[in-house]
Structures are given as C-alpha cells and as structure tokens.
C-alpha cells in the first residue's frame, strides 16, 4: 500500500485547490479602477485546451494535469473581472480571437509550429509540456519504441491522449485524470503512465514513487502561452504582469510542487488494493 506522504493536519492543505497560490499573486497584482472600468465587471472569455468539468457534489477531488485553470483565475483577478468563462480552444482560436468571442487563451505551442496570426501575440508563461513516462522500476521497458503493443494510462486532459498510440504503437487507456492514470499504474493496469515532466519531476520526489521511478526521458517541447490579440493592450499588459510576477516571486513552481503533492494525495485515498507485482 502507499503510504501518506502527508500527516493528518497537512490533509486539508493537499486537498485544497490552487486558489492559495492566486491570493498569494493578489496583493502584488490587484487590478486597477482602470482594469474594472474596462472588463466592467463581466467574467474574461478564456480558451484553453481542456475545460474542467464542473464539479458536482460527491465527487472525487482531482487534480488536472496543466496548471491552465490556475493561470485563469490569476489573470481575471489581475484585469478586476468577475470571474473566468473557460471555453474549448480549437483551430480557429484565431479567428475567434480575432472576433472577440474570446479575450485571451491559453495553448500549448510546440517550438517548431507558427500558428498563430500576426496580429495574435503569444506570451510564454514559463510552463513547459514535455512527455514523460514512468514505469515500475523492475520493467523491461528501456526505450519509447517499446512501448508498442503495451498498455499505458494518460489523462483525459492532458496533451497526449491519442499522441502515444500513433507515435508509438501503445494501447492507450484514458482516464479522466492524472490521479486515475498513477492509480492505474501503481495497481497494475497499465504498463506505464505518461504525464507532464514538470508533474513527475515533483512527483518522483516523494518517497512511496520510488517503486515507479524507472522512465522514459521527455521528447518533445510544448510551452504554455497566453495568446492575446496585439491591439487587446489590458488583456495584454495583465497577462505579462502575471508572468512576471509569478516568475520573481516563484509561484509557477510552488504551485506545480503543491500539485504533484494533490496528486499523490488522491492516489492515496483511492488505492485499497497493494501496488501489483
């Protein structure tokens, strides 16, 4: 069984949301008159490449893969909205940009694709996606070219539902998040699971991952990015405030840690079975 990596008292911190680290970001970041004038009270239209569902009581707690949401909430509290609308990014997010049923989106860009507009300005957040897996330490499996024909567990959403199986040849399991892909792993359903590096980079710290701490090393980048129209210059100005003031304060990789450790947290609650094997 895992063992928590966490002692009774630090069980309601793991269990809370990212919304610790947004009111960390507040006193530096509050908005301005100017900011409320401007969004005048109306939630900011956010794109993002995966909507959370909302929540419904009796839920599971779970915790999404990419900090997304996080990032969201941050940035309607730097322009003085109400709140955020998150709706799905497609491939015509420019466009939709462009015509301003959104006012922002957040999207994952590889470092070798241009495709965005010229009048959309990318802002790197300083997330970075790189696919990583990780096994049982005793596995046969050395390379990703070996993952053809064996089972791995991703979250339905992150970025690579869909990529592993036809880069690789795997058999995809999809899961409805990161804590049901590990707990898939850990009681053996899967061969491997294949997440973030920035979740497992944290997540491999901790001392019960040790038994799964064989892996593949990440390929390919993708950075997160506010994508904004040039000529949005408070929507604009806000999400690179944001940026930086989550950069010299920090707060990207406290909040990627807490998570790793939310993360962690379900597994443990959810695994009533011994790791297999």
């Given at each position: 069984?895992?063992?928590?990596v966490i002692?009774?008292?630090?069980a ?8 610790g ?18 969004t ?5 239209v ?19 893969e ?5 990032m969201?909430?941050?940035l ?11 709706l799905?990014?497609?491939?015509q ?14 999207l994952?860009l ?5 495709t ?5 300005v990318a ?5 970075r ?10 596995t046969?499996?050395k ?12 979250a339905?959403?992150?970025l ?10 795997a058999?995809e ?6 804590a049901?892909?590990?707990l898939?792993l850990r009681t ?13 980079r ?12 064989a892996s ?8 997160l ?15 690179q405030?944001?940026?930086r ?7 990207l990789n ?6 790793a450790?939310d ?6 609650l ?8």
């Open positions: 069984m895992i063992k928590p002692n009774l008292k630090q309601r911190g793991a269990l809370l949301t990212v919304a680290f947004i009111a960390c970001v507040a006193p530096a970041s509050a908005a301005s008159p100017e900011n409320s004038e401007v005048g009270g109306k939630p900011v956010i794109a993002m490449h995966y909507v959370i569902p909302e929540f419904i009581g009796g839920q599971k707690v779970r915790t999404p990419a900090p997304d949401a996080a969201a909430q941050a309607a509290v730097m322009l003085g909205a109400s709140g955020e609308t998150a799905p990014a497609d491939a997010i420019g466009e939709r940009l462009r015509r301003g049923e959104a006012d922002v989106a957040l994952s590889a470092d070798d694709v241009a965005l507009p010229d009048d959309i802002l790197p957040t300083g997330y996606s790189r696919p990583m897996a990780i096994m049982r330490s005793d046969d499996i390379s990703w070219k070996q993952l053809r024909g064996r089972t791995v567990c991703v339905k959403g992150g690579y539902a869909g990529k592993v199986a036809a880069q690789y040849g058999i399991q999809v899961y409805r998040a990161p049901d892909s590990l898939a053996g359903k899967c061969d491997a699971a294949v997440h973030d590096e920035a979740l497992f944290n997540l491999l710290k901790l001392p019960e991952w040790k038994k799964f701490s593949l090393p990440p390929t390919a980048n993708m950075d990015v506010f994508a904004v129209r040039r000529d949005n210059t408070v929507v604009r100005e806000a999400a405030k944001l940026v003031t989550w950069r010299s304060e920090g707060y406290k909040l990627l840690e807490q998570r450790n993360i962690a947290f379900e597994v443990y959810d695994q009533a079975v011994p790791d297999c094997h």
